[in-house]
């Protein structure tokens, strides 16, 4: 049974159709890149799969139970989400961001106890940012603040991390650490990984699985290889592309003709 399961989901905004007769399947421990024109669906597919937003048909399954029976603590138990970026108007400290990751595990009116500070602890050591504890956090660089909230949804302890667009602010050389960073912490923990973004190149170099949305539709769904063809980009962004093979990594690599 796969970990996450959408089946022939219809989602409106307005009267306008996002999602149409939508079907995927994610696998426990695999890395799921999910890609499309703007508009394609792409944010609001990864809402569906947190229960932000519920199908108006069809269902979404995480371990075989559909989302609309979990409670919201129940799923940030399972399901935790890094933004594009965050920045607080309060003044706090890099810990007391990633301990914010414990809220779904408290207890009503109870506090963090030894637990919790010891699974934040835990987060920031995976994530290189123990040094910034008592560092603010709008006082950051745009490479550290995503370390941050990568750590406070590790706190949440998870199966499933979903990124926004996640590397949209970063330079080249904190996009290189960010997905190293992920790559390490779906092989190491198996965590499950689905990020939207719109570098394909990205995309095929570090997806173990693609999901290319089109006009609402699942255009193609398969490994790099199978999705990242010069028909498909050609189909779905009308645009001109060589894709040949990465020496170095062997995934797929996209380049633009003039």
Known sequence: MSLVCGT???FSYTGRLILDDFSFAVEEGEMTAIIGPNGSGKTTLLK?????????????????????????????????????????????????????????????YSFEDKKDYSTVRKAMEKTDILSLANRRYDELSAGERQRVLI???????????????????????????FLALLRQLNKEQKLTVIFVTHDINLAAQNADRIILLYCGKNYAIGSPAEVITAKNIKEVYDVDVLVDQNPQSGSPRMTLLA
């Open 8 to 10: 022939n989901i219809n």
């Open 151 to 177: 750590a406070r949804a590790l706190a949440q302890e998870p199966k499933i991390l979903l990124l926004d667009e996640s590397t949209a602010f970063l330079d080249l050389a904190h996009q290189v650490q």
């Open 48 to 108: 569906i799969i947190n229960g932000l937003l519920f199908p108006a048909e069809g269902s979404l399954t995480i371990d075989g139970r559909d989302t609309s029976n979990w409670s919201r603590r129940e799923l940030a138990r399972a399901v935790a989400v890094v933004p594009q970026e965050n920045l607080s108007v309060f003044p706090f400290y890099t810990e007391e961001i990633v301990l914010m990751g414990r809220f779904p595990h408290l207890r009503t």
